[in-house]
Every structure is written in structure tokens, then in C-alpha cells.
Nanobody
Framework: QVQLLESGGGLVQAGDSLRLSCAAS????????MGWFRQAPGKEREFVAAIRRSGTKFYSDSMKARFTISRDNTESTVYLQMDSLKPEDTANYYCAAASTYLAFLDRKYKPDYWGQGTQVTVSS
């Protein structure tokens, strides 16, 4: 089992930055691809960013210019740096761990573990 705990969400103004953190415990963090999804009220959950065990990164096209994912295997933590936030970025952000990075890119696959989410609200 892997437990994921997100933090760093909050209420900010448009144009501000936030850094989300996701601390993992349990099985070996470095064995998993890590990533973020988000879900806004009334909308489907959508992919944000992912990082493979090798460090290769993937982003949603709509967010790659403003968001940066990183991981620290020594701290068993994955980060999501979000810059130039917009009101449409308002959502609950979920961290996920997957045995294959395809879980973030292909709907045929699913992450193995999910965090509880952290709320990000961007006011205009």
C-alpha cells in the first residue's frame, strides 16, 4: 500500500503561484510514476501532469506553460508548481501513484493509489 497526502492548496488571486506537495509513505516511492489530476465542480477529472521514475515529465497541453512537476525520491514527495494561476484552475487537485506512467496518459490504465485531494481556489 501507498498512502498519499497532498498539501499546499488554498485561496489565491489570479496571477499568483502555488506549490502543491504530495508526500508518499508505504512502498518504495521511486518505484512509481507520480502525477496530478484535478476535478472542478460539475466536471470530469482531468490529467494535469506526471513524472516517470526516470524523471521524464508529461503535461496537459493547456497547463504545460504554467505548471511544473518535480519529484524528490529522497523525500518521497512529488510537487506541482503552479504559476500564473487563472480562475479556471479552480479545482480539487489529486495526487496519484501508478506502476505505469500510462495510467496518466491512457484511460485504459488507472493509477494504483490516490490521495484525498487539496482544494485550489483562484479568485479573479
Amino acid at each position: 500500500q501507498v498512502q498519499l497526502l497532498e498539501s499546499g492548496g488554498g485561496l489565491v488571486q489570479a496571477g499568483d503561484s502555488l506549490r502543491l506537495s504530495c508526500a508518499a509513505s508505504g512502498r518504495t516511492f521511486s518505484n512509481y510514476a507520480m502525477g496530478w489530476f484535478r476535478q472542478a465542480p460539475g466536471k470530469e477529472r482531468e490529467f494535469v501532469a506526471a513524472i516517470r521514475r526516470s524523471g521524464t515529465k508529461f503535461y496537459s497541453d493547456s497547463m504545460k506553460a504554467r505548471f511544473t512537476i518535480s519529484r524528490d525520491n529522497t523525500e518521497s514527495t512529488v510537487y506541482l508548481q503552479m504559476d500564473s494561476l487563472k480562475p479556471e484552475d479552480t479545482a480539487n487537485y489529486y495526487c496519484a501513484a501508478a506502476s505505469t506512467y500510462l495510467a496518466f496518459l491512457d484511460r485504459k490504465y488507472k493509477p494504483d493509489y490516490w490521495g484525498q485531494g487539496t482544494q485550489v481556489t483562484v479568485s479573479s
